[in-house]
């Protein structure tokens, strides 16, 4: 299907669906909200494995009780500058939300403030957080692990020991910003799972099979023993990936206390996020002043090749970002064949929300 053959859909209208899709199932108002916003920024970014595709995973996950539709997490440990959740696995976005909400006041009086969530439910695209850094004139750093599944091998290795392991910071410029959204594997569960369904493989060898052979086909990863995706690096300089997966599981099952020491609970996440108020280093002006320049040097480097200009990450994010804010929103085809058997139970529809 070519682009002008995919249907475009209203931005506030698919959040109205989602939220509703997610209440029909049993989430609390407040917290669908906050998920339904989560998901369909996502794709307004441009991160469409996760985004509305997990929609119909998540109403499952409701209906199976697999997350918890209504609460509070428990206060596991609180000083100034240093919290400690129990999510008691509640929508994972709706825990970051809130304890942004939480984040915010304490960095901005003491510098620096964080909070690590355990037992947290899935919290869907990092890169979505990062815009709240940018609004707050912060500098925020997110990682998250799923201590209750494994797709990764360590550098060398063949048996999976970590899931990818996606870490993000955001900061903002003088013109813009900056949303890394990065992981330890060089390719992702989502896109392991789109590519299989799809038939299709990856362009590249990023999976090895139980053996160690290196293979293109998602599939080693659904084959008995399974494969797993490749560390950053692939084969030759996979300790660079390798390292990166040790540093968000010490960030968040370490610093958590619980992790895969302890008996897996179903899909969800284990996070740690830390805001660093600009104020209270160098200052903003300085701040701005260097990363501008840094920028500025990334920006105005001369390409390998001139039809494909250097960016800065999550620059063409929030360029389609506002396009599809404007002109409406591209959904991947296999989206709407996901939500079918959840819209028959609820009597809801996505066409809806066609622009």
């Known amino acids: 299907m070519t682009d002008g053959n995919i249907p475009l859909y209203r931005a506030e209208a698919l959040k109205d669906y989602a939220s509703a899709l997610l209440q029909k199932a049993g989430l609390a108002a407040p917290m669908a909200d906050s998920v339904a916003r989560t998901l369909v920024e996502g794709d307004l970014l441009g991160h469409d494995t996760h985004g509305l595709a997990l929609l119909a995973g998540y109403v499952k996950e409701i209906e199976s009780g697999g997350m918890t539709p209504d609460g509070a997490p428990e206060v596991l440990s609180d000083r100034p500058a240093a919290v400690l959740w129990d999510g008691k696995r509640l929508p994972g976005p709706w825990l970051v939300d809130q304890g942004l909400d939480l984040l915010v006041p304490r960095a901005r009086e003491l510098g620096t403030a964080s909070l690590v969530i355990r037992r947290s439910h899935h919290i869907a695209c990092l890169a979505v957080y990062m815009l709240r850094a940018l609004e707050e004139d912060m500098l925020m750093l997110l990682a998250c692990s799923d201590p209750n599944t494994a797709s990764v091998a360590p550098f060398g290795g063949t048996q999976a020991v970590f899931t990818p392991n996606p870490l993000a910071m955001g900061f903002p410029l003088s013109q813009g910003g900056v949303m890394v959204d990065i992981s330890a594997s060089i390719t992702t569960n989502g896109m392991s799972n789109r590519k299989r369904a799809a038939g299709e493989t990856f362009e ?83 701040f701005l002043r260097q990363m501008d320049h840094v920028a500025a040097q990334c920006r105005n480097n001369t390409p390998i090749d001139s039809a494909k200009p250097v960016r800065l990450p999550g620059e063409g994010g929030l360029k389609r970002r506002d396009a599809q804010s404007k002109n409406g929103v591209r959904l991947h085809p296999s989206i709407a064949r996901s939500l079918q058997d959840a819209e028959q139970r609820h009597g809801l529809r996505l066409s809806q929300a066609l622009l």
């Open 204 to 286: 590249e060898e990023w999976l090895i099979d139980a053996a160690g052979k290196p293979s293109n086909n998602p599939q080693v990863l659904f084959d008995q023993p399974p494969g797993t995706l490749l560390p950053v690096g692939g084969l030759s300089h996979g300790h660079k990936g390798y390292g990166m997966a040790l540093l968000v599981e010490t960030l968040t099952a370490g610093l958590a206390g619980h992790g895969r020491a302890d008996p897996p609970e179903g899909w969800g996440a284990t996070v740690h996020v830390t805001l660093h108020d600009l104020h209270a280093f160098g200052g903003k002006a300085a």
